[in-house]
């Protein structure tokens, strides 16, 4: 079956409720089909793994979806494998990665993926979609068995991609990280995902959502910058 994704690059757009933005996105995604939805919270590390769950749960049940978490299951495995659709969520993408790998779900996720399962997630488990976690934004505060994630696309995202740049500081800028990741990776392509957009895929059709444009970052070659108006189909 076609791999159906929705990578989001943030839960909330400032001053606007908890992942308030997403919610029609999430809707259109999942349809009517779907009524439970297993959800990730491991990238939690600040608010216990029930208090995020609470929270995403609160969302979703307002959608018409149910929300069961991994992290209560006492199998996780089986519990992906039986899921209809997986929500992995933001927070810190080594410690989300990582127990990812502890837990043996990330073979799980990436088999359930690939199948057709619905997958979507946002900041953190939009990143884990990616080849790796090499493009997070996150300290690492754990380390993961392996930076290895789903490879559910073929590229990297950099999400809450911005180019702002603090007056006055004198550190890299968003787009001179991302330069040094392909000095070392020359063969990857990175997307910017800017605050307030996501990428929608189904099978080879990739869709830009969002009213900001989106970067592509190549190995020796110029910036590209798109709108939603454009075809991303060349990142398959």
């Not at 307002?62 to 992290?71: A, F, Q, R, T, W």
């Not at 997630?121 to 934004?137: M, V």
């Not at 073929?154 to 702002?164: E, G, K, R, V, W």
Request: hydrophobic share 40%; with cysteine; aromatic share 10%.
């Amino acid at each position: 079956m076609a791999k159906r994704l929705l990578l989001i690059s943030n839960s909330t757009n400032y001053g606007e409720e908890y992942m308030d933005y997403t919610k029609p996105y999430i809707k259109n995604f999942l349809g009517d089909t779907v009524k439970e939805v297993l959800f990730v919270p491991y990238a939690g590390v600040s608010i216990s793994y029930d208090e995020y769950t609470a929270k995403v749960e609160n969302v979703f049940n307002k959608l018409g979806y149910e929300i069961k978490s991994v992290h209560r299951a006492e199998d996780p495995v089986k519990a992906v494998e039986e899921a209809e659709a997986i929500a992995v969520g933001g927070g810190n993408t080594f410690h989300l990665v990582h127990m990812m790998h502890e837990t043996g779900i990330m073979d799980a996720i990436r088999r359930k993926a690939e199948a057709g399962t619905p997958y979507m997630g946002w900041s953190a488990g939009s990143n884990a979609a990616c080849p790796s976690l090499k493009t997070t934004n996150d300290m690492p505060i754990i380390q993961p068995r392996s930076f290895e994630a789903l490879g559910l696309v073929s590229f990297q995202i950099n999400p809450h991609y911005t180019d702002a740049i603090i007056p006055n500081h004198n550190g890299e800028s968003r787009e001179d990280r991302i330069r040094e990741f392909l000095v070392a990776n020359p063969d990857m392509i990175v997307v910017g995902l800017k605050e307030g957009t996501m990428l929608r895929i189904e099978d080879e059709d990739i869709e830009y959502i969002g009213t900001k444009t989106v970067k592509v970052f190549k190995s020796g070659a110029p910036t590209l910058e798109f709108d939603k108006n454009a075809s991303l189909d060349f990142l398959r």
